[in-house]
């Protein structure tokens, strides 16, 4: 009986290269910062009630005073990538970074400016998500976290890479649907999403990709 043997290389004896340089630039700068800010708040349970305060985005409910944030108020605008509520929440928003950030940086190019270029979607979806859950919030006591603003912009980003404008709206469309019946549902049941941030990000990644496109490419 055969017996199928491992392959541990290619045909010509190459050996595999390893994760972190089979993965954009742009993709290990943002990524790196959220694991290694989840690595200290696990490790370090000072340093990360410290790196929760300054970055989540914190709004107080009628007659609620919060204390003032470390960094000021608008750093949480983009530092609330930096803090997620838990391994499953951390490790769905990577899965989506990795994969899709690799198509969008595929089509920037993975030198300096496709990657200034990927970072710049990233920061404006992230800030776009944030800006979007404080304005629908309706002034209610709420904390939001999470790099799923930015992410929502890199996974629309990814449809218009992979298939232009169709194919940004296969991936878009879907995915604000989703969100808008979970804030539907929510004004029923609180449920723990920040679906305006996600749409806020999406919107920002479909509108944005095309210049990012032009202005940062890679010749």
Avoid at 74 to 94: D, E, Q, R, T
Avoid at 146 to 165: C, D, E, K, P, R
């Amino acid at each position: 009986m055969s017996v199928p043997q491992r392959d541990d290389g290619d045909p010509g004896g190459r050996q595999r290269e390893p994760v972190f340089n089979s993965l954009p630039p742009g993709v290990l700068i943002v990524a790196l910062p959220i694991i290694l800010a989840q690595l200290v708040s696990w490790t370090l349970p000072e340093a990360g009630r410290w790196i929760f305060e300054a970055c989540v985005v914190a709004i107080a409910g009628p007659g609620v005073q919060l204390a003032p944030q470390p960094l000021g108020p608008y750093f949480p605008l983009i530092g609330h990538v930096l803090v997620h509520f838990g391994m499953l929440h951390i490790a769905m928003n990577l899965v989506i970074l990795v994969s899709m950030g690799r198509t969008v940086c595929t089509s920037l190019g993975w030198g300096r400016r496709g990657t200034t270029g990927f970072i710049a979607l990233f920061v404006l979806s992230s800030i776009a998500g944030a800006v979007a859950q404080i304005v629908m919030n309706g002034g209610e006591q709420m904390l939001m976290a999470g790099a799923s603003t930015g992410v929502s912009g890199v996974l629309v980003a990814g449809g218009w890479a992979m298939g232009g404008y169709r194919g940004m709206l296969r991936f878009a469309l879907p995915w604000i649907g989703v969100n808008l019946l979970l804030g539907l549902l929510g004004m029923a049941w609180p449920i723990p999403v920040g679906w305006a941030a996600h749409i806020g990000g999406a919107v920002a990644g479909a509108i944005l990709f095309p210049f990012i496109q032009a202005i940062f490419r890679d010749a």
